[in-house]
């Protein structure tokens, strides 16, 4: 087996967040590109299920290449990577960076694009179609094209794309990035609000401090060259977090812990 | 969101201030102009041919004035429009093979890289070399008259929809590429889903050309098969009235040939901007 540096350096997760049985598991991963670059090294990860996990860190240091691992995309070159109990269809959903959607086609069909690749008519899923529709506020845009639709609502759309299966996992990386601010709140609380309704497990890359702390139970904070996990912080706020998070003092103090993690990333990389 | 902006900038009154107004004014020269301007140019150029054979004295079998030319086009109309028959099915049948072989042979070669790197020289090749170089051993092997004339045209014809569609369905997203991926999609899946709608407007600006050349290669094509009788094209009438020094007749099918050109490319950008105006930018009227 190989080693696990980055898993003793990080501390223990939490009671409630140990008690969990696993969903996916990352162990001792590299990936290397090109024969030469160190993408990830030694990078452990246990994904149970529930858990909202962020992916903090620099820019280069591996988050969408770990999130590519997970979702299939690409493979290891040392370390594997398992789901416990094996994945099956529909398992799993993800959230790019961009909206990602068919310009070609309406809102709806873009939904539809799941199911329709298992073969289901529309007809046929009509229901879950307009169901995923409702969870993201857009249930009167269903004939809608992508380009009448504002950046906020693309990335609604997106959202209700990856979770029209009802997968057990959601990966998402940097969804929110390019929206502004107030988008990006209200999609946040949104976000929770609908992991509330659906139970699905999400790993969220991002580069914002705050958007971690508010959204997550675990942060894996991630250094660059190479890339790898430098530490793992838990947020123990409960669930359903609302404004009144985002002012407390809990939620500062969580923010001031990410944040130095993030400098040491940062000082570990200069 | 985005739904109380539609609300509001429905209900709001339409207020004009003078940029508005300074725009609409342009827009609406511009509709005017776009078809009053070359009308006008072609009025006046008409004219100036006419004063210019008028006043010179030029003899017809020179160069015939606009009207004689006019005059020819409806006395000759019978034989005129049959050869404008031929040619354009020669034309539309070249398109079709060049359409069926152009999208097939793209499908065929983002399926298989063996067969891209096999065969994509060739089509090369094909294009490169000039139809009129061509075309005198196509005749002499095919027997075919219209088969023959029909290659001759689908050679030139069908390399910009290969090209372009190859590159429109390799041009599909990558996330989108990955969405697949993820989803299980077959090979067929992805060229249905993906990659065909994402060739589409690529496809249609390489048939837009197609349309045109096919039109130059039918022509040429029948340059060069050079033989009469019935069942021959505007080219063949061109020739054949060259002979004669029938100049107006010359003229009047220059003209049928230049409008069938015309006419085939407006119903593709047409056919283009019907298929596209939904959801692909450049079929998109946008507020300035
Ligand atoms: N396909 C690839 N080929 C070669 N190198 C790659 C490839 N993908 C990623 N890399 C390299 O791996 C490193 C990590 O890239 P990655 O995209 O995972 O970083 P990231 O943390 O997502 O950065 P960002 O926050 O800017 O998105 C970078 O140095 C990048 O150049
Ligand atoms: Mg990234």
Redesign the pocket.
Known sequence: MPSEPARQAAPAPSGAAAARPPLLRMQGVDKV??GD?V?LKGMSLDVREGDFISLL?P????????LRLLAGLSHPSRGRIAWDGGQEEGDLGVVFQEPTLMPWATVAQNIWLPLRLRGKSYAAVKDEVLEALRLVGLEKFQTAYPRELSGGMKMRVSIARALVTRPRLVLMD?PFAALDEITRFRLNDDLLALRDKIGCTVVF?T?SVFESVFLSDRIVVMAARP?RVIRELAVDAPYPRTDAFRTSAEYAAYCRDASDALHAAMGDAA | MTLAERDESAASPPTIDADERARRRARRLERVGKWVLPVLVMALALLAWDRIVVWNDIPHYTLPGPGLVFRTLIEDWAILFDALLVTLQITLLALLVAVLGGVGLAVLFTQSRWMEMSFYPYAVILQVTPVVAIAPLIFIYVDSRIAGLLICAWLVAFFPVLSNTTLGLNSADHNLRDLFRIYGATRWQRLRFLQLPSALPYFLGGLRIAGGLSLIGAVVAEYVAGTGGIGSGLAFRILEAGYRLNIPRMFAALILIAATGVLIFAALSLLSHLMLRKWHESAMTRER
């Open positions: 590109f090109n670059v993408a860190g820019s280069g240091c591996g988050k969408s290449t770990a940097e890359v580069h890339g």
